[in-house]
């Protein structure tokens, strides 16, 4: 455990040359503060010292290497960073010493301060967010405590030291210590764990420090760190001019602006915000007196239709949010509370085509698909730890699911659905699979449902023949996913998938009706007190309730998260048809947070060595080089509000000479396309109505032609070098599933590649 003691000498004696520590002056979550006087220059500085372990957690060469972005920064109402270094294994920065007071004090005395000296403060420290933005620079921890009055005049403090931790923990951020902000002032993104965090980050916390100078308290107060991120995710501000008469609607929306829930709904810079409190304060009057006009500039409707832009851009799978439910009377929706996991342990998070992720029924264990120097297998991990344990004989097996005692583990593993005992034991095969799962569901009484090539079946958990519960209508393009067993052990509620986007159905296994809820929404989950949780094509997770006797939602959806990751498989599913995200009964939420959104085309050179091409920024899959190296292929998939929903997308041709796109095909159902030897031709796959593998010229001068038909969906379409034969993998309606063929493009004929279905 720490002294800080012991810390003040090894400081004092390792700094002697330069510094003399005199006092410990205050300590807060991550570093304590201690006076010394500077010997070269014959003045006192503040030396903050990171806590040892923190130190240590971070790494020196890093950290010291962030921070150095805040000695750059110059600004009158910033804080300069004087010196930094490592000594005896202690992190350090050296400050200024500021007579006067931290805003926190100030408030503490005062509670409340004047309109013209709040608004002033506030326009003070947005100079500074606004020039340090400019210089490429978020504090990401704005608050009274690190906003000091020196001489009436704002500074502020600690700028660049939020970023060098996150930059330098990584994804460790729930590493005791390690903080993303503070919960009365963190955005909504951060609170998240939104791995990019732009300026309007600060723009919120000073929006909520703005608000607290005015109002007495902040936004969001409560009794807990968890109620608080609650309230931030969940409630709208109350309105300042309803707690003061003496603030004026302008004031009240300049600061409620700066407080709005998505980044593009706020001032797009700290200059701006600064803007309007300074229109504010010129037509300032009380409630009952008569204003000017409000010129507050809010974000253009382009801005709010982008909502969540930056969190497209967020890195992919390297780490989830999670959320915890708390228990409220039944169809109460309970507040959600949020915090991130770290899956950069002894094992990693992997994705792919199912979802990766399943939680226990009590929300106290996620099993996930793994990597480690093992390979791939299923892990389990407590949420309270990063730790991860092996689960022995799941080697490449996928789609984990828990039993409904939390005992046991399902998975598929070579074609066969197969549980083993997370207390130990061999592993049990149930039965065979053929085209899935997608998305298996073990209920009360041992019966598992499980999506397979379509169509749902249901199995005893102590294994024998599964037997269909329900058939999809595969000329329609349609597929059962997902189902969830309710705690009835008699209800399922899945996800039905085709060309018009996927929506929620149900049924009962008394006569394996099935019933549509009249909802569009994916991945559905149950919760206990009566709510069903599914997500939509944008990524927006929802709760509402559901009565399960009558089969039927009665009540209107209410959002609870946004940017839910969306399995990437739109080759298998449509477009963003399946999420990756765990429930457990107790309202326990994990979800890879993160979006198959906008991307850019990127060329790798064999040393390593990237050049971002100057292409537009759109969802790009699969692209492939012509034999030449002169033109890329790519498939994209159209994003804007008109596209079809489930659309695959259309086949595109990059020049590298000309440096544009051209489109090639417009039935937006193509995938996978691939360039004949003499890269005059593309060979695609097509899904939907009249799928197949068809041909086309790569000008775009010509019309598709259909090589062969096919009565499944084809995807991972590959040519061989001398263009003769291709082979795809196919997903065929029942009873054939999943296999892998090889045909000839110049005799249209296709034969089985002897692959075992479903692996």
């Known amino acids: 455990m720490r002294t800080e003691r012991g810390v003040i000498a090894r400081l004092a004696d390792a700094l002697s040359d330069r510094y003399r520590v005199e006092r410990e002056l205050g300590a807060g979550g991550m570093a304590t503060v201690y006076l010394a006087r500077d010997l070269k220059h014959d ?27 805040t000695a750059r920064l110059q600004h009158p109402h910033i804080l300069p960073l004087l010196d930094s270094g490592e000594v005896g294994g202690l992190l350090y920065y050296v400050m200024p010493v500021v007579t006067g007071e931290t805003l926190r004090r100030r408030l503490e005395h005062e509670k409340q301060l004047a309109i013209p000296e709040a608004v002033r403060i506030a326009r003070e420290v947005a100079s500074a967010l606004d020039y340090a933005h400019r210089q490429g620079v978020i504090h990401r921890d704005i608050k009274p405590e690190n906003i000091l009055l020196h001489d009436g005049q704002a500074l502020v403090a600690d700028f660049g030291i939020a970023l060098a ?15 993303r902000g503070t919960p009365q002032y963190m955005s909504p993104e951060q609170a998240m764990g939104e791995p990019t965090i732009d300026a309007r980050a600060d723009v919120y916390a000073l929006g909520a420090v703005t608000y607290e100078m005015l109002a007495g308290e902040p936004p969001f107060t409560g009794l807990s ?54 229109r504010a304060a010129d037509i300032q009057t009380p409630r009952n007196g008569t204003a000017a006009a409000r010129t507050i500039a809010r974000p253009t409707a382009t801005q709010r239709a982008r909502r969540g832009a930056p969190w497209v851009l967020a890195a992919v799978g390297i780490g989830t949010s999670a959320w915890l439910v708390g228990q409220q009377p039944p169809l109460v929706p309970a507040p959600t509370v949020r915090f991130s996991l770290s899956f950069d342990g002894n094992a990693a998070l992997v994705e792919g085509v199912f979802s990766p992720i399943a939680l226990s029924p009590d929300g106290s264990l996620i099993a996930f698909e793994g990597r480690d120097s093992v390979g791939l297998q299923l892990f389990v991990r407590p949420l309270d730890r990063e730790a991860a344990e092996r689960v022995p004989g799941t080697a490449n097996a996928r789609a984990p699911f828990f039993s409904p005692d939390g005992r046991w583990l399902g998975f598929i593993q070579d074609g066969k659905l197969r549980k083993v005992a997370l207390a130990g034991g061999a592993v049990i095969t149930i039965c065979d699979v053929r ?59 899945f996800s039905a998938v085709s060309d018009s986007g996927p929506s929620l159905k149900a049924l009962t296994l008394d006569d394996n009706i099935v019933t549509p809820l009249n909802q569009r929404g994916m991945s559905p989950h149950f919760v206990d ?104 292929a790519v498939t994209i998939v159209e994003l804007s509000p008109r ?29 996978s396309a691939q ?17 197949g593998v068809y041909t086309i010229p790569s000008n775009g001068s010509g019309k598709p032609a259909q090589l062969f038909a096919r009565p499944g969906t084809v995807f991972e379409l590959s040519l061989t070098r001398d263009g003769r034969q ?5 997903n065929a309606p029942a009873p054939n599933g999943q296999d892998i063929w090889i045909a000839s493009p110049e005799v249209p004929s296709v034969a089985r590649a002897g692959c075992d279905a479903g692996r």
């Open 43 to 69: 003045r006192e500085v503040a030396i903050k010292v990171l806590h040892p372990e923190l130190g240590a957690t971070l790494g020196s060469e890093r950290f010291l290497s962030e921070i150095k972005t």
């Open 165 to 179: 931790v996150q930059t330098a923990a990584g994804q460790r951020l729930t590493q005791p210590g390690l903080s």
């Open 225 to 278: 760190l968890q109620a608080i991120m609650a309230r931030v995710m969940a409630e709208r501000p109350t309105s300042l001019s309803t707690l003061s008469e003496t603030v004026s609607p302008a004031l009240d929306e300049a600061v409620l602006i700066a407080l709005a829930k998505f980044p593009a709904d706020r001032f797009a810079t700290a200059a701006l915000f600064s803007e309007a409190l300074a």
């Open 435 to 493: 085209g899935g799962p997608y998305g298996a569901s073990w209920g009360i009484g041992d019966v598992i449902v499980f999506s397979a090539a379509g169509q749902l079946r249901r199995v005893s958990a102590a294994g024998g023949q599964s037997t269909l519960i329900a058939m999809s209508d595969s000329v329609r393009g349609e597929a059962f996913r997902f189902p969830e067993l309710l705690p009835d052990a008699r209800t399922v509620v």
């Open 529 to 632: 007190g009566g709510f069903l949780v599914y997500v939509e094509q944008d990524g927006t997770l929802f709760s509402v309730p559901f009565d399960a006797k009558q089969r039927r939602i009665i009540g209107a959806p209410e959002p609870i998260a946004s940017n839910v990751k969306l399995l990437p498989d739109n080759v298998v599913l449509g477009t963003g048809q399946a999420a990756k995200l765990g429930v457990s009964r107790t309202g326990t939420l994990v979800y890879l947070s993160g979006s198959t959104g906008r991307s850019e085309l990127v060329v790798m050179d064999r040393s390593g060595r990237t050049t971002t091409l100057p292409a537009p920024p759109r969802e790009y899959h699969a692209p492939r080089f012509s034999p030449d190296e002169s033109r890329i």
């Open 643 to 671: 596209a079809r929903s489930g659309s695959i997308g259309d086949a595109w041709v990059w020049s590298m000479r000309e440096r544009s796109l051209q489109r090639i095909t417009f039935d937006t159902s193509t995938m």
């Open 675 to 691: 360039w004949t030897p003499d890269g005059r031709r593309l060979i695609y796959a097509r899904t939907g109505s009249g799928g």
């Open 726 to 730: 291709v082979a795809f993998r196919e």
